[in-house]
C-alpha cells in the first residue's frame, strides 16, 4: 500500500495528464483515461518503454469510445501487468489475477461501481458527451 500523500501526488498528476490540451487541440487530444492512469502509474513504478501510452490509447473511453469497459481500471490492470506479469506461459498467472483482484474489490469498495460503464457520445456539434448507462 502507498501513503495517503504519494496517493494524492498521484491523483494530482494523472488529473494534469487527463486535462492538459495539447497545443494543436483539437485535433491532437489530452490523455485518454486509460493512457492517464497508465501513464501516472509506470512513473511511479520507473518504467520507461516506447510502448508506453501508445498500448493504451486504443483502450480509453470503454475501447475507442465504445463504452465497454472502464479505461481506468484497464490502466491499473496494465501496470499491474507491467510490474507483476508472467514473462512466459510456463508460470502461472494467478499471482497477477489476484493483484488485480484485490484492486477490484477496493475499488468496488469505495462505491465505484463496475457494472456501470461510462462512454462519451460525439454530439453533432463535434463535442463529447459523457453518458451513463447500466450494462445489461
Known amino acids: 500500500m502507498i501513503g ?10 494523472a488529473a494534469r495528464y487527463f486535462q492538459e490540451k495539447p497545443a494543436n487541440f483539437p485535433e491532437g487530444r489530452p490523455y485518454n483515461c486509460c493512457e492517464t492512469v497508465l ?4 512513473e511511479y513504478l520507473d518504467v520507461r518503454s516506447e510502448l508506453i501510452p501508445k498500448i493504451a490509447t486504443s483502450v480509453g473511453a470503454g475501447f475507442s469510445l465504445n463504452g465497454l469497459t472502464c479505461g481506468c481500471v484497464s490502466g491499473v490492470a ?3 501487468g507491467i510490474k507483476y ?3 512466459t506461459s510456463h508460470v502461472s498467472p494467478q499471482p497477477t489475477w489476484s493483484r ?12 465505484l461501481d463496475l457494472p456501470r460503464t461510462h462512454r462519451l457520445r460525439r454530439e453533432d456539434s ?11
Open 78 to 80: 496494465m501496470a499491474i
Open 100 to 111: 488485480v483482484d484485490r484492486f477490484i474489490a477496493a475499488f468496488r469498495e469505495r462505491s
Open 39 to 42: 501513464l501516472t502509474l509506470v
Open 126 to 136: 463535434g463535442r463529447y458527451e459523457r453518458v451513463c448507462q447500466e450494462r445489461s
Open 4 to 13: 495517503e500523500d504519494v496517493a494524492k501526488s498521484l491523483q494530482v498528476k
Open 85 to 87: 506479469g508472467r514473462k
